[in-house]
Structures are given as structure tokens and as C-alpha cells.
């Protein structure tokens, strides 16, 4: 029970470190609301002609009598809406970490600097082409990952009794844990710590990490919300992936709010700009 408060606070710390950094935390929205707005285009585009598309892919069904026809394929244009709209919740998370890699690794290197007794951050080394393919592919990996889990708990949906109650529990556990995966990766990859190493490290503390996870992927359901959390998510992840290599922290908490000057003036360089 210690870990799982442990990992609440981790996530609290997290906010507070880009509270205090202002400049840092207006950077970390910009991945967030590219995504949000991407989604919702295509959301608005699937409501718009997903009745068309799913006309178009029904030629069986031009010929049924009315009511049928209207019924089956209203039916399943709002089945389409259902499922794109859990894809976006399910996906959410990584494409905006992908899309903000440079800004999120930025982000994660001055939380690194700031709580590091020796004022450094680890650096991959690799070239930022190779850290987007890197994290591309992990991604696919534990969206694959999740999505197989997503399917198990569908099915033990239909128990009775316990797929009403202890599966929705179960299932933002699980969410939460590859939440987790998602945004550790960020400070992890750095270090050199591949998928397989980081599963293994996040399985042996998983109370830890239902403890930062479970509350995130509950708020993470609206994803509004996750654009104005995940900043300080990703900052809290690479507190927390402090801990788990055993790595020494201090507190940050010295740093000046005038400091915020340099950290743009770091963003801006971290991105070429």
C-alpha cells in the first residue's frame, strides 16, 4: 500500500514541478493540443459521412425493406463511432507523445537537470530520426499489447455480476499500467533501457505504478483533460523512473521562478528553433 501511494505522489510531483516552470509546461501543451485537434477533425469527419462509408459497405443490404435497412446500418455506423472513439482513447497517449518527442524529451532532461544532485541529465546519443522510429515502434508494440487486454476484458464483460463490477476495476488498472510504459519510455529510452528491460523493471513495482497510472488513465478518459496533465505526467514519469534504476534525487524545489527564462530559451534550442 506504501508504493501505491508512493505513485500517487510521484504523479502530484509531477504537476507541481511544471507549475513551478511555466515556460516548460506551455511547451508540453503544444503536442497535446495537435493531437486533440487532429482526433476530433477526424471524429467530426467519421460523424459526418460514417453513415455514407458504412452504405458504401453494405451493398447486401440495398435491397432490404425498410425498416431493416435503416435499422442495420444505423446500427452499425454507430458501432464504427463507438470504436473509433475508443481507438482515440486507447491511442491518445502515444500519438501525442510521438508527435511530441522532442518537446517531452526536452522536458524530461530539465526535470533530470533540475532534481539531479550533479545537475546533468542522461542523453541517448542517437540521432532524433532514431528516437522516433524507436518510439514509434514501441508504441505499436504496447498499443498491440493493450489492445489484446482490452479484448480479454470485453469478453469477461459478459460475466455476470463481476463483468459489471470488478472487470471496469481491472480494466483502468491495466490502462494504467501501459499508461505508465508509455510515458516512463520517455526518460527510460534515454538511459538505453529497451521495451523489454522497461516492462520487466515496471512489472517488479507494480503497485508503484498502479499508483500513478490507475488515477491518470481515469482522467485520461476525457482526453481534454490529458492535454493539461500530460506535461506534468511525463514530468512525474521521469521522477518515478528515477526511483526505479535506483538513481539519487533531490528535491528541485530551489530553483527560481525566474528560471523559466532559460528554460525556453532550452525548449527553443532543443527543437532547432
Known amino acids: 500500500m506504501r508504493d501505491l501511494g508512493a505513485g500517487f505522489h510521484y504523479l502530484l510531483k509531477g504537476q507541481r514541478w511544471v507549475a513551478r516552470h511555466g515556460k516548460q509546461y506551455g511547451f508540453g501543451l503544444i503536442p497535446g493540443l495537435i493531437t486533440l485537434v487532429l482526433y476530433v ?74 532534481v539531479s544532485p550533479d545537475g546533468t541529465a542522461p542523453e541517448s546519443g542517437l540521432p532524433l530520426w532514431r528516437e522516433l522510429w524507436i518510439s514509434a515502434r514501441d508504441s505499436l508494440r504496447i ?76 482522467a485520461f478518459v476525457v482526453p481534454f483533460v490529458a492535454v493539461f496533465l500530460m506535461p506534468g505526467a511525463v514530468a512525474g514519469a521521469t521522477l518515478m523512473a528515477r526511483e526505479l534504476l535506483g538513481e539519487e534525487t533531490g528535491d528541485g524545489e530551489d530553483e527560481s521562478e525566474g528560471s523559466d527564462e532559460s528554460d525556453g530559451e532550452s525548449v527553443s534550442g532543443g527543437l532547432g528553433t
Open 41 to 114: 477533425a477526424a471524429l467530426v469527419a467519421l460523424g459526418t459521412w460514417g453513415e455514407d462509408f458504412v452504405s458504401w459497405s453494405t451493398p447486401f443490404a440495398d435491397d432490404w425493406s425498410s425498416p431493416w435497412q435503416g435499422l442495420f446500418r444505423g446500427f452499425l455506423a454507430v458501432v464504427l463511432f463507438a470504436l473509433a472513439l475508443l481507438l482515440a482513447v486507447l491511442t491518445f497517449t502515444a500519438v501525442t507523445l510521438l508527435i511530441g518527442q522532442p518537446f517531452y524529451e526536452n522536458l524530461s532532461e530539465k526535470v533530470d537537470r533540475d
Open 143 to 218: 498499443v498491440v499489447r493493450a489492445a489484446l487486454w482490452a479484448v480479454l476484458l470485453f469478453a469477461l464483460g459478459f460475466v455476470p455480476v463481476a463483468g459489471q463490477t470488478l472487470i471496469p476495476v481491472l480494466g483502468f488498472f491495466v490502462t494504467g499500467f501501459f499508461l505508465t510504459e508509455e510515458l516512463t519510455a520517455v526518460a527510460l529510452q534515454r538511459r538505453g533501457v529497451d521495451l523489454r528491460a522497461r516492462l520487466t523493471l515496471l512489472r517488479s513495482r507494480k503497485t508503484l505504478i498502479w499508483g500513478f497510472g490507475t488515477p491518470l488513465a481515469l
